[in-house]
């Protein structure tokens, strides 16, 4: 009867790790994601100005101004989608708008050079994930 007793609760115990395991969803690298709607998720500004700032070899005065770029457009690109439905007929043409003038801005930031380094990078990474 012991002999069931244990192999009862390893069988639960056992389980109930495989359904834990299931629902915790990390990041490969251990950057950390803001939840957006539809349920994708985006890294955070300091994450995504980091990344940047390492594929690309940026100081660091350059890197906090890449930031706070990437903090400012988050809270546009935010009200944008708070304000505008997807539905909208001009929902990607004003969004579009709104990339390129955050593209613009991180030009001028970091240089022309860097930016097209930058331009090859997400069209890799674009490439990828399209795969």
Known sequence: ???????????????????????????????QTESRPGGRQQMSAKDRAESTAKDLGLTDEVKAQVQALYEKNDEAFAKFRSETSRESPDFREKFKALRDAQDADLKKIIGEEKFEALQKIRAERRKMRNN
């Open 1 to 31: 009867m012991r002999k069931y007793a244990k192999l009862v609760l390893a069988s639960l115990f056992l389980f109930s790790m495989s359904i834990m395991a299931q629902e915790q969803t990390p990041r490969a690298n251990g950057q």
